[in-house]
C-alpha cells in the first residue's frame, strides 16, 4: 500500500524564520509528488515534481525530490503569518491516476 | 469564475437520511475525484471519474454512490448516513497532469 509520511506534524515559528517540511514515502512505479497548501478551505496547489534534484521555486517557496532516498522537502524563507496553513503532500504511482496524501503538517507563524 | 464548486457547502442531518452533494467543474477537465478529509484532515481519496467513467473505487462503503452525469459534474449520494460519515468532502478535478484543483469543500455533520 502506498505510503506518505510528513515531518513535522506541527510547527510553529516566528515571522521571518525559514522553514523546512519533509516528505518522504513509498509509492509503486513512482509517477510524481505534489505540494499542497491548505488554510482554510481547499487545498491549493503549490508544485509537482517528478525528477529529483531539479528544485522548483515560487517566490519564497521552494522544493526538490529525491527519488534515490524517497523524500521531497518545502522551504520556505523569510515566513509571513500569511503562511500559516496545513502543507500537505501527496503521492501519485505510475499505475493508477490518483493521489495518496500525507497528514500534513500544521505550519503557525507568529508575530 | 468558479474553477470546481460544490454544493451545498454545508450539511447538517439527521442518521439514517440520504443526502448527495453536488460538483461541478468549468475547466474543461478529463477527470473528477471525492476526498474525504476527517477530523484529524487526513485525505483521503474516494472515488475519480474520467469521462464519465468510473476509475478509482476506494474502499468505501458502498452506502456512497457517486454518479457523472457529464465530465464536468460529479455528484456524490450517500444512502443511510451515519455519525462517522461526518466529515469534509472534497470534489477535485485534474488534467492528465495530475494537478488537481479542489472545490471549496462540503462540511457534512450527521446528529
Do not use: I, Y
Given at each position: 500500500e502506498d505510503k506518505v509520511v510528513q515531518s513535522p506534524l506541527s510547527l510553529v515559528v516566528h515571522e521571518g524564520d525559514t522553514v523546512t517540511l519533509n516528505c518522504s514515502y513509498e509509492v509503486t512505479n513512482f509517477r510524481s509528488l505534489l505540494w499542497y497548501k491548505q488554510e482554510k478551505k481547499a487545498p491549493t496547489f503549490l508544485f509537482m515534481l517528478t525528477s529529483s534534484g531539479i528544485e522548483k521555486k515560487s517566490g519564497r517557496l521552494s522544493s526538490i525530490l529525491d527519488k534515490k532516498e524517497l523524500f521531497s522537502i518545502l522551504n520556505i524563507t523569510?515566513?509571513?503569518?500569511?503562511?500559516s496553513a496545513i502543507y500537505l503532500c501527496a503521492v501519485e504511482p505510475g499505475t493508477a491516476s490518483k493521489l495518496t496524501f500525507g497528514t500534513g503538517t500544521r505550519l503557525q507563524v507568529t508575530l | 469564475d468558479t474553477a470546481v464548486s460544490q454544493t451545498p457547502k454545508y450539511l447538517v442531518t439527521q442518521m439514517g437520511n440520504d443526502k448527495s452533494i453536488k460538483c461541478e467543474q468549468n475547466?474543461?477537465?478529463d477527470t473528477m475525484y471525492w476526498y474525504k478529509q476527517d477530523s484529524k484532515k487526513f485525505l483521503k481519496i474516494m472515488f475519480s471519474y474520467n469521462n464519465k467513467e468510473l476509475i478509482i473505487n476506494e474502499?468505501?462503503?458502498?452506502r456512497f454512490s457517486p454518479k457523472s452525469p457529464d465530465k464536468a459534474h460529479l455528484n456524490l449520494h450517500i444512502n443511510s448516513?451515519?455519525?462517522?460519515?461526518?466529515a469534509v468532502y472534497f470534489c477535485a478535478s485534474s488534467q492528465n497532469t495530475l494537478e488537481q484543483y479542489f472545490g471549496p469543500g462540503t462540511r457534512l455533520t450527521v446528529t
Open positions: 523569510a515566513t509571513q503569518t500569511g503562511d | 475547466l474543461g477537465h474502499t468505501v462503503p458502498n448516513l451515519e455519525l462517522g460519515d461526518s
